[in-house]
């Protein structure tokens, strides 16, 4: 399985993913889904998110504007999620922020995601080592964060994404490193969150590759992000070329983005 | 009243547009009723919606990211709209997804929109008819759905707007065809959703011509959509110049996109 | 301390800003605190706020899309604010439309804000004085709206901040007026939120000063405005124009825009 023919798939079945995410990321996070050929759905209520993750190739949850009422449906959806054997992705976003967050996390880890991804910060702190996170920005390196994500893959079974300069991911045995990007993708905000979804799109079309689709999913930000930065002027510009170079991407340039680590 | 002329007096009066939709949409829904001439406001608490409504020139509702806790809101707002004589749209996203958006559609349907705007499949299923909806994208095509809306209308006496790649819309009696538009707009998330809050900028300026109030925004969209697909690169250009397109709308080629049906 | 300085500071120390402001502004907002070099996190729940609120430099309140739970959220984050000494801003989006609004604000202003930003119709009702505001838009001109800021400054003891053709910052006594911006920047919404949010970014620099420091924030959208409109072809264009404006900011530009009132 080659990340083109995944890509590919992707735009052929064109997967429903039910993303539970937060406020900021909504639009930007729908609009990636779009450009890539996946159907995103946002539904959050605990009244339909259970029923609603039955129907979906995939559920992602993302805590960023986490509130209590927020957190019954994504419990709701990754139960569902579990029983009716579907794949779902975890976003911690500042979970060691607040006490409130923290718990969160540790409610949602024990549903078991197929795939988290975060900053070095988050994937540290969810590893119960000491990081420099503060607030949703990473103060770590991807680098000092690799033992973390793998030990929090062995100890969870998911596979764990590290997303900044170089990615990193892996599944407490194989690993991978993604290149590519720009420096204005930080500059942007929901970059991450949009990615947590498209790794829904593609764990949905490979479910039994987790480690491969995630890895498609951060080299298509690694390609597209390189092209939006080759011609942006700043972030506001970047945000739309990243969208148009996301729909234009050719499947055949993301082998390159990727490495064994 | 030609169109042209409907599109004059929007943005003469620049109607304030009560919306209550989703978290995806609100952002660009707000900017294309700017951009339109019109004055949007999202407002959704239930202490306050029916206050709201009040002093608006219209209410549109639309479902896509609901809570029964907006759903108090969505009622509040109606229920005042009808009691001060204000038009209201209502757009049923993906209600045939759950029970909980069935069952919030069906009470809101009994309020008595003004104007009902759907895709194909959503028009389909409200009517009764078995559809290929999965999500919030639709199965079907606009001309499949011709005979659900007008029997919805009849049903209803909303007028019944159902677009796609050529528009329909009817009151159960005459019934037009919009024309325009591009490809790109199912690849740009909320375009749907913030039509409809343009039909209420519409129907705030001729409450008593819902359909031509209807026909006037689906034509503008298909305008600048026309316009804003000749120089976009993909989504993501597309959505910032379909903006401008629309800021930049000569009245004069509404008209044209029109036909009776 | 000159304004160049404190953009500078403000890029150096990239404070964390924790914003609770409305859903169609989150997006935008964050963009443009990370455009200008600030941290952005937006954080409601009632269970995290407060605590939140104490790690960050400085809090932002908007009341746009207000509901009984958010504002739980926004008075413990104040009472964080004000516990730990940290300067908090508040945004009375069309307080006077509704009486939940209305209460909602007297309440915040009991918290003592440290710098009030509003268009001249909500700084007037907020003084006390009668305003043509009608949603979220501006009835009044700034210069109408002086005198109100004056006296509501001298009242609160909050620097008061009035955006409009020229802006006019004051604490009660010293006042400034900030020239600058564009025709466009209306027309595209969450303008005035996303500046309110960057108020807060300066202030968390500068605490001891926030009259300079909101003015620093006023001539920073003033300066971004007019060369985005330079070359933006409507409000689409605009938008992201003025991200990438403010990413490129050079601080002493910044002086030219603020005069003595």
Redesign the interface.
Known sequence: MTYAALLDQLRRE?P?VHCIT???????A??VL??AGA???????P??AG??AR??GAVTINI??????WLEGMRAAAEAANESGKPWVLDPV?HF?????SKAVEELLALRPTVIRGNASEIMALAGNASSG????SGDSVERAEASATSLAQRTRAVVAITGEVDFVTDGRDALRIAGGSALM?????MGCALTCLIGGFVAVAPASPLIATASALACFGVAGSQAAQQA?????F???????L??LDGNTLQAQVMPA
């Open positions: 064109s429903l937060n406020y900021v990321a909504m639009n930007f729908a609009n779009l450009a159907s995103p759905a946002m539904v959050h209520a009244e339909e029923e609603f129907i979906a960023g504007t986490l509130s209590s009422h500042a922020a607040t006490t409130f967050r503060r607030g949703v920005d930080p500059k942007v905000t929901a002027a700043g972030p506001g510009s945000a739309w070329r990243f969208i148009d170079a729909a234009a």
